[in-house]
């Protein structure tokens, strides 16, 4: 059985979450959400992740995963708030730890703020499998761009977060610590090793020069032939050239300091003071 997949676009952080239904039941999981965040008040909202569960009461589903395909950077995830009103289990890659010790000392988080993971309920491997009602998940280890990045494939459908773009934009950047060019290379090889046919959902679109509508939908075999920076053959080392040389002119996600802290705890924010209120840290020279 393949997925239907529905798409919310977030035009702010240019991110899409998905959800991914059973068709023949009403078991779901949703890939990847947002949470609004105005940085500079310092607010949050829940329009996005609202849009997402009107959709989900209406149709009748019932939520089974809460998916994250990496610890993003330039968006705050609305897992918590998800579970909250939908149920369901937050899953993602077993390397959130490695990105919880790097990002731990990053903003002094001291002995309180667990590196174990267990802050979600679920932390996938290579091979993994899980089920959305009938519809059978494999779990892809597709690191380069962090450590813990994930594709997870289901059916005939697969959600690379950031590992891949539209073919006319490219892949992800590989700049952040614990990225690598190389690594990123091999693993999209994974991801290109699949069928052909197989549809590609992408965690992000900028609309690539020349492109007037966003797009997030895509063939491996379109990938393989046609994007910009890893298709048609590219060699491993005209890639990591090309990646390496392209990150070095990028600056920093508009978002990362709070997407950072917030993402590796599961989308919980930091624990409040002695009055109840909850401060995001600003490291200077850090990053």
């Known amino acids: 059985?393949?997925?239907?997949?529905?798409?919310?676009?977030?035009?702010?952080?240019?991110t899409v979450s998905y959800v991914v239904r059973d068709p023949n039941g009403s078991a779901?999981?949703?890939?990847?959400?947002?949470?609004?965040?105005?940085?500079?008040?310092?607010?949050?909202?829940?329009?996005?992740?609202?849009?997402?569960?009107?959709?989900?009461?209406?149709?009748?589903?019932?939520?089974?995963?809460?998916?994250?395909?990496?610890?993003?950077a330039d968006h705050l995830s609305a897992a918590p708030y998800l579970q909250e009103r939908l149920g369901g289990k937050i899953g993602i890659g077993e390397n959130i730890t490695i990105v919880q010790d790097t990002f731990g000392k990053v903003f002094n988080e001291g002995t309180e703020f667990q590196r174990d993971g267990s802050q979600f309920d679920q932390l996938f491997k290579e091979g993994d499998t899980f089920m959305i009602g009938q519809l059978r998940g494999e779990v892809l280890h597709t690191p380069g761009h962090t450590p813990a990045c994930l594709t997870y494939?289901?059916?005939?459908?697969?959600?690379?977060?950031?590992?891949?773009?539209?073919?006319?934009?490219?892949?992800?950047?590989?700049?952040?610590?614990?990225?690598?060019?190389?690594?990123?290379y091999q693993s999209i090889q994974k991801i290109l090793a699949l069928p052909?046919?197989?549809?590609?959902?992408?965690?992000?679109?900028?609309?690539?020069?020349?492109?007037?509508?966003?797009?997030?939908?895509?063939?491996?075999?379109?990938?393989?032939?046609?994007?910009?920076?890893?298709?048609?053959?590219?060699?491993?080392?005209?890639?990591?050239?090309?990646?390496?040389?392209?990150?070095?002119?990028?600056?920093?996600?508009?978002?990362?300091?709070?997407?950072?802290?917030?993402?590796m705890r599961a989308g919980q924010m930091p624990e409040p003071d002695e009055q109840g209120d909850v401060f995001l840290k600003i490291p200077v020279n850090k990053i």
């Open 153 to 184: 494939v289901v059916g005939n459908a697969a959600f690379v977060g950031d590992t891949l773009f539209m073919p006319d934009f490219g892949t992800a950047r590989c700049d952040f610590p614990g990225g690598s060019s190389t690594t990123l």
């Open 28 to 72: 779901c999981a949703i890939v990847d959400s947002v949470l609004d965040f105005d940085h500079a008040a310092g607010r949050t909202d829940t329009q996005s992740a609202d849009e997402i569960i009107a959709w989900i009461k209406e149709e009748g589903l019932k939520t089974e995963w809460i998916l994250e395909s990496h610890v993003h």
């Open 1 to 14: 059985m393949n997925p239907i997949v529905k798409a919310f676009f977030d035009e702010a952080t240019n």
């Open 196 to 263: 052909d046919d197989t549809r590609i959902f992408v965690g992000h679109d900028y609309k690539a020069p020349g492109r007037d509508e966003y797009a997030w939908e895509t063939t491996v075999g379109e990938q393989k032939a046609l994007n910009i920076h890893i298709g048609a053959g590219k060699s491993i080392e005209d890639f990591t050239s090309m990646r390496d040389a392209r990150d070095a002119t990028l600056g920093m996600p508009r978002l990362i300091l709070p997407s950072l802290q917030v993402n």
